[in-house]
């Protein structure tokens, strides 16, 4: 399944963002996938009154520099930093910050942040949102009570291609240890973006929450969250290895790997998750290696998965779910691969690619599900989905291809997610499509991506 024809132009890619066609009726109640939400849009709510060009590379307070610019921003401005001379700046003052709603842009190639673990990077106050693009976010420490090893927000941070990673939270003896890369109280959004090898650390009687992120809610559109871990004793059970969200996680378009806690390697939740066109590999917990959903007392607890590939993910026992674990509420996975789940430390002993309490409605189609079988789903094929490495395959995240012989070849269905596939790649006529987040490539090769006007872009 060669990929010669491919091609991963995301400068001119124009992703299609539909709201998802099919609602999913639960008795007498009706459950609508969330829309995919488009990231870049939401970050352009605040409107920029004023750009300020960043001109100096020193981090002195000097008129020029970042940090006296950030001290004297006002709602609404952009501070500019692409006409820099440097590709980075090494901060010399402890970590930056501002009360203002704003937006820190760097140059297409980008600009790097780095803290070199003395301080956290940057700490926003507002409750408004702030935008950071363009950016790499790196070595942030944080060791108050607040959390965010790079990045704390009293508000909402959007990040477009922007890089966090290497950032540590690890706050005093019994406070809770909360977002190891980013912290924010209200919204995450990603597009294009990654956050990575991060870590939210724990004292003894204390826990850990989001190793890579820690928020009210999560979105994604093309984002990398991988190699975090929520780190704590025994006693108090560590959550959201890559990520926690008080409410709720939607993840497109995306790819969440090796990330660790003891529940919820890859997402924990409480209220819902959402997989729509993305790859969920090499997460580990004690149970829900790949996401686990609490109990929050909300009936309308959910999880719910369209054409994602959610596969080798562990848990430390058989008996435990190396997959997705639902407390309560509703499970809904349509035209998906949730496989292969392992126990820790055995390569060749499963673990449950889903479990879930009582009381829990349970809907799907079309999907591979190897262990157990889950009553209330129609069409699912439970065999060894045939997937090769997390490696990159095109587009900008890795992801999984299906082998040659694989059952997920023309038994999926495409629901109405804009009919891409994770790389963005459109996915054929219904009778076609491939289970899981990655389309044929022979078949994918045929098209072309969307370029600004909805046109194929040139090679």
């Excluded at 003395?118 to 790499?136: I, M």
């Excluded at 912290?183 to 870590?199: E, N, R």
């Excluded at 995240?397 to 070849?409: D, Q």
């Amino acid at each position: 399944m060669s990929s010669a024809n491919f091609c991963p132009n995301r400068a001119i890619w124009r992703l299609r963002l539909l709201p998802a066609a099919v609602a999913l009726t639960f008795a007498s109640t009706t459950v609508s996938p969330s829309p995919i939400v488009d990231v870049a849009e939401l970050a352009r709510v605040a409107v920029s009154s004023n750009t300020v060009l960043v001109q100096s590379c020193a981090d002195d307070g000097n008129p020029l520099s970042l940090r006296h610019l950030l001290t004297a921003a006002s709602d609404g401005d952009t501070l500019d930093l692409s006409s820099l001379a440097c590709s980075t700046i090494t901060l010399q003052q402890g970590q930056l910050g501002t009360s203002r709603s704003l937006t820190i842009i760097g140059p297409d190639a980008g600009v790097t942040i780095d803290a070199h673990h003395d301080s956290r990077v940057f700490a926003f106050s507002s409750t408004g949102q702030v935008t950071l693009k363009h950016l790499t976010i790196e070595n942030g420490t944080a060791s108050t009570t607040t959390g965010g090893g790079c990045i704390y927000s009293n508000g909402s941070v959007y990040l477009q291609d922007a890089n966090v990673h290497d950032c540590t939270s690890q706050p005093p003896s019994y406070f809770v240890a909360r977002g190891g890369a980013v912290f924010a109280k209200k919204t995450v959004g990603l597009a294009y973006s990654k956050v990575t090898q991060s870590s939210a650390i724990a004292q003894p009687g204390s826990r850990a929450e989001g190793g890579g992120i820690w928020a009210a809610l999560l979105f994604t559109n093309t984002a990398e969250i991988s190699q975090n871990i929520a780190q704590s004793d025994d006693q108090n059970p560590s959550v959201g290895g890559g990520v926690f969200t008080t409410y709720r996680s939607v993840v497109s378009y995306s790819t969440m790997s090796h990330n660790r806690a003891t529940r919820g390697g890859g997402v924990y939740s409480g209220y819902g998750v959402e997989f729509v066109d993305s790859t969920i590999s090499y997460n580990v917990a004690r149970t829900g290696g790949a996401a686990y959903l609490a109990n929050s007392g909300r009936s309308t607890t959910r999880f719910y998965s369209a054409n994602s590939t959610v596969a080798s993910n562990y848990a430390d026992s058989a008996a435990n779910v190396g997959g997705v674990f639902v407390s309560e509420g509703y499970l809904s996975i349509y035209s998906s691969i949730v496989a292969n789940s392992l126990v820790t430390g055995n390569a060749t002993l499963a673990s449950q690619d889903v479990g879930y309490g009582y009381p829990t409605a349970i809907f799907g189609d079309h999907n591979i599900i190897t262990r157990p079988s889950v009553a209330g789903m129609k069409n699912t094929i439970a065999a060894d989905p045939l997937l090769g490495p997390l490696q990159n395959n095109g587009g900008d995240t890795p992801s999984r291809l299906i082998l040659a012989g694989s059952p997920a070849f023309k038994h999926g269905i495409d629901i109405g997610n804009g009919n891409f596939d994770q790389r963005h790649i459109l996915r054929p006529p219904l009778g076609l499509v491939d289970i899981g987040a990655i389309q044929d490539t022979i078949w994918a090769n045929t098209f072309e991506p969307l370029g600004e006007e909805g046109h194929a872009p040139p090679h």
